[in-house]
């Protein structure tokens, strides 16, 4: 089925018959006729400059759904004089790889080069992708594969090494409206909806083209005899539901992106993100734990009740249910977001843990060692140890640092929030411990 479609002053069809989807129908038939992808198709595009020059290299179109992937592949073939074969990794093997690369031998003796587009490339195993590397470096096939993943997770190095990554976008207003233009140009009906109602349906496409002429055909099918308002459309048709894989790079962006709003004290755009999240069916205890990751991390001791507020809304979560338990959840991104902040228990962790690795197992001061027995007693562990609270203040200023090691800072508070109480304690402690000569 076709991503991207014909322009305004195309023909009324591209050869598609009239009982072909709408999207077929208005399938383009020159690169210049998509739309939405001009940083591509443009005369400075990656795209338009490989169709100028008459050579292409091996290409990885990274896009989500509905954004030409497939046209632009099937156009691009056309444009340079290449034969055009296609194959999808969801229904394609071994076997079927090897039929194609013969066939594009045969093809080559004849003096026709072979541009094979491979749909959900990222479907093939690591094996299977490894299986390319040698007709892609004879010249015996121009690889273009699609995903809608990051190949940089999904493809190997080797094959990402000989392909040249190009990124499709979401398509905007803008480009919708013309797909809505080029629909109604080819049927000869406007839409059934008024001008609100037309917003609604280009807001719901959530910038897959396909889908959108998917819901305008649905319309055209319909017999509707007064324009719809945006509640009638939505009554008469469903929204796209977000493109949101729980173990892939969109879930990894979501929550990255909520947690930089936490941490910039937006609580609205925390807010929004953590929506998107749960709205898409992320599991509600994957994000209490991240924010109480963000409360330890990011807030520390700048408000100690952070963590005792987000663990809370888990413990109201799991008595609630859903979905009353989602306010639970709300309330903390909102505490956490609205906190002041400090990663200075976070630096001090890794700091800390960083030492005690590189300086391996010193030995405490004899003052402060265990000494349980008589003998141990005898030769010095525990000698000298102050107890603090019979010294002045409660503190003794005494040296607890291995002989070998001088003192550290790991633990830096911030003047922020509780914090600043903090460091007004550690400066007075400083100060006494100068003063009483310990380290």
């Known amino acids: 089925m076709a991503d991207l479609f014909a322009s305004?002053?195309?023909?009324?069809?591209?050869?598609?018959p009239d009982t072909a989807p709408l999207a077929d129908r208005l399938r383009p038939r020159t690169l210049a006729d998509v739309v939405g992808q001009e940083h591509l198709t443009g005369p400075e595009g990656a795209i338009g400059r490989m169709v100028a020059a008459g050579r292409l290299s091996s290409i990885i179109f990274w896009g989500p759904p509905g954004t030409g992937k497939t046209t632009i592949s099937r156009l691009l073939a056309d444009a340079v004089g290449m034969r055009f074969a296609p194959i999808s990794a969801v229904f394609s093997g071994v076997a079927d790889l090897k039929k194609v690369f013969a066939a594009a031998k045969d093809h080559a003796r004849l003096g026709e080069k072979t541009l094979l587009f491979v749909d959900e490339i990222h479907r093939f195993n690591r094996a299977q992708q490894d299986g390319f590397l040698p007709?892609?470096?004879?010249?015996?096939?121009?690889?273009?594969g699609a995903t809608?993943?990051?190949?940089?997770?999904e493809l190997n190095a080797a094959l990402l090494s000989r392909a040249q990554v190009l990124i499709l976008r979401r398509l905007d207003a803008s480009a919708l409206e013309q797909l809505l233009d080029r629909a109604e140009a080819l049927t000869g009906r406007p839409l059934p909806l008024d001008p609100s109602a037309r917003e609604a349906l280009l807001a719901s496409a959530d910038g897959d083209g396909?889908?959108?002429l998917n819901q305008v055909e649905t319309l055209y099918s319909i017999d509707i005899p007064a324009p719809l308002d945006p509640a009638g459309l939505s009554a008469l048709l469903h929204r796209r539901v977000a493109v949101y894989d729980k173990d892939r790079e969109g879930h990894y962006n979501l929550i990255s992106a909520l947690h930089k709003s936490l941490r910039g004290s937006d609580p609205q755009a925390a807010l929004y993100y953590m929506a998107r999240m749960l709205t898409a069916g992320e599991e509600p205890l994957y994000v209490l734990r991240r924010l109480v990751r963000f409360a330890t991390e990011d807030i520390g001791l700048a408000d100690p009740q952070a963590v005792v507020q987000c663990l809370a809304a888990k413990d109201a979560y799991e008595f609630l249910g859903?979905?009353?338990?989602?306010l639970a959840i709300v309330q903390a991104c909102l505490y956490c977001a609205t906190a002041p902040k400090s990663n200075a228990a976070y630096m001090a962790m890794k700091a800390s843990f960083k030492s005690a690795r590189d300086t391996g197992s010193l030995m405490p001061p004899m003052n402060i060692v265990n000494a349980p027995t008589k003998l141990m007693k005898q030769v010095g562990y525990g000698a000298g140890y102050q107890y603090d609270h019979d010294a002045e203040g409660g503190f003794s200023g005494a040296n607890y640092w291995p002989e070998e090691m001088s003192p550290q800072t790991f633990y830096a508070p911030s003047d922020r929030g509780f914090e600043a109480r903090i460091a007004e304690r550690i400066a007075y402690w400083n100060k006494l411990r100068a003063e009483r000569g310990g380290a």
Do not use: K
Not at 8 to 16: F, N, Y
Not at 148 to 153: A, D, G, L, Q
């Open 322 to 326: 859903s979905p009353e338990g989602e």
């Open 135 to 144: 007709f892609v470096e004879d010249g015996t096939v121009t690889l273009v």
């Open 210 to 212: 396909r889908f959108l």
């Open 8 to 16: 305004d002053d195309l023909p009324a069809d591209d050869g598609a």
């Open 148 to 153: 809608t993943e990051n190949p940089s997770f």
